[in-house]
Structures are given as structure tokens and as C-alpha cells.
């Protein structure tokens, strides 16, 4: 999608934009400044973009991306651990607890959207063990972060309860659990999402994700069943068939509508913050 926004400017406009439009939180996937079409390795520009959102949207809950597992790649090589937004303090900051392999192909870029070339295979294993976990909340805890769990699988579910047998995080909660809906680990379907809310841990808020053209009615079975939602492009360029996004603003108003007319109206970033038992918004200060 031409629209995507990549640069700083367009990201923090876009979340605006989106939290004018109802948006509580925002999930960000800072852009390398040198390269827009790759994800920053720079902690330095994950503070730069939550001051600058912050500047803007004086209340949402900003949520960075972090992963905290490896990928292992066909050429045996394996990444460090994903954790590069987690010393920019974001109050919620994702981890995707699941293993999981992918293959996709990602496409050429075309103008305006720079940085790949050619049409280039993208094959990879993911994976977070127990001690990985160990480090990556314990890091979590040390930046003052709420851990959002990214299950991509309903065994991820088990992992979680585990930490709190475990000791790694705390009781009391509210833990803050979002069932990822793909073709690719589990099955986009009600029932499936049924299955999963009994499996929660307790204490927990539970959220969904759906990607692609599955999103809208698994969204609406969440907001029926009780559950969150999410939108973005992240998860779909697509505000209806054949009809691509012009900004994330745009899914954000029409999760809105279909919340209002299910009964459940969004919360704001002071409901949701309640909700998910934050204290005030964070302040952020960059200076370069």
C-alpha cells in the first residue's frame, strides 16, 4: 500500500491522525531513517518517535514492537534477541512468545514506498526459550514496560501461565494477552477464538489480531465476546475488498462504527489505561 507510513513525519502523523479518530494505543514498528523499508536497530530512533507522538497525543498509550525472540535463517545464522524499542520505555511493549516458521515472498517496492529493489524470498524460523524469556521480561521490568503476549498459537497460552507459575511476572495482572489470528499458526475462526478466551490465564485482558480478510468479522466476534481489538496496516492494507487504506485512520473509524453499533463504544486512552492498570501517560523528552 502506497499509503504505509514509514518516515518519521508520516508515522507520527498517522498516529494522530488515528487517535483523533479513537485510538487508545498505538503499536509502532519504528522504520530505519537509512532504509525505510526495514524496521530500525536503533533504540535512538524508537525515543525519537515516542517523544514526537507523544508531542501530539498528549494521553494514547504508546506500545512499542519488540518480539524478544531470535530468528534462525536458512543460511544457519541466527539474530540477537528483538528487543531495541524496550530501553525507549514504551508503557506496552509486544512479545511474541510463540515458535513459528514463515515464507513469503515480499514484493517490489514501487514509488512513492523505497528500499527494495526486486522481488526478494523471505524464509525464516522464530523461537523464544524459557531463559531468552527470563531475560527479556526481566529487561521489561527494569524499563517499567507492561508486556503485551502475542500468541500465535494456543499453546502460547501454556507459556504464559507458565511465567506466572514461574514467578516471572506478576499475579495480580492484568495481563495483557492478544491472540494473533493467521492461516499461518492458527485458524481464523470463532470457534477457535472460543477455545482460546477459556484457555486465558487469569487476571487477563484478552485482545485480538487478525490479519487480512478474515479481520473485520473476527474483530466483531471479539468485541461481541468481550474481547479488544486492534487495527492497522500492519495487519491489513485493506479498508474493504479491492479498496486499499489511505491511513490508518480510516480502519480506526470503521472499528469504531462497528463497536458502536455492537453496544461496546471505544474506550479512551484514559478508560483503556484503567483497563490495562497503567498509571498517567509516560513523558518522553529527545533531544538529538
Known amino acids: ?24 494505543m498505538v503499536h509502532v514498528h519504528r522504520r530505519s531513517a537509512a532504509n525505510n523499508s526495514l524496521m530500525s536497530k536503533d533504540p535512538e530512533e524508537y525515543k525519537e518517535v515516542n517523544a514526537a507522538i507523544r ?6 498509550i ?7 525472540g531470535r530468528m534462525r535463517l536458512p543460511d544457519g545464522t541466527v539474530s540477537p534477541l528483538f528487543t531495541t524499542s524496550i530501553s525507549a520505555k514504551p508503557e ?18 514501487k514509488p512513492p514506498l523505497t528500499g527494495r529493489d526486486e522481488d526478494t524470498l523471505m524464509e525464516y ?13 526481566e529487561m521489561m521490568k527494569q524499563y517499567e514496560c507492561k508486556p503485551e503476549f ?19 511476572i506478576e499475579k495480580e495482572g492484568p495481563h495483557l494477552v492478544q491472540i494473533v489470528f493467521t492461516e499461518g499458526t492458527n485458524f481464523p475462526t470463532v470457534e477457535y477464538m472460543q477455545t482460546a478466551i477459556h484457555c486465558l490465564p487469569e487476571n487477563s485482558v484478552f ?39 489511505s491511513c490508518n485512520a480510516e480502519l480506526v473509524e470503521k472499528i469504531v462504527r462497528i ?28 533531544n538529538k
Open 207 to 245: 485482545g485480538a489480531i487478525a490479519v487480512g480478510a478474515t479481520q473485520w468479522a473476527l474483530l466483531a466476534a471479539s468485541i461481541i465476546m468481550g474481547g479488544h481489538v486492534r487495527v492497522g496496516m500492519e495487519d491489513n492494507i485493506y479498508l474493504g475488498k479491492g479498496q486499499k487504506a
Open 150 to 168: 502475542e500468541c500465535f498459537d494456543i499453546g502460547d497460552l501454556q507459556y504464559v501461565k507458565n511465567f506466572l507459575r514461574q514467578g516471572m
Open 55 to 60: 508531542a501530539k497525543c498528549p494521553d494514547i
Open 259 to 286: 463497536a458502536k453499533e455492537l453496544g461496546r463504544p471505544v474506550a479512551t486512552p484514559a478508560q483503556a489505561r484503567e483497563i490495562l492498570g497503567l498509571g498517567a501517560p509516560r513523558k518522553y523528552e529527545y
Open 62 to 68: 504508546i506500545n512499542n514492537t519488540a518480539g524478544g
Open 1 to 24: 500500500n502506497p499509503n504505509l507510513p514509514e518516515t518519521l513525519e508520516e508515522q507520527v502523523q498517522q498516529t494522530y491522525d488515528a487517535y483523533n479518530a479513537g485510538a487508545s
Open 92 to 109: 506496552v511493549v509486544s512479545m511474541d512468545i510463540s515458535s513459528y516458521v514463515a515464507r513469503s515472498v515480499l514484493k517490489k517496492r
Open 125 to 137: 524460523a522464530y523461537g523464544l526459550t524459557y531463559t531468552e524469556s527470563e531475560q527479556v521480561l
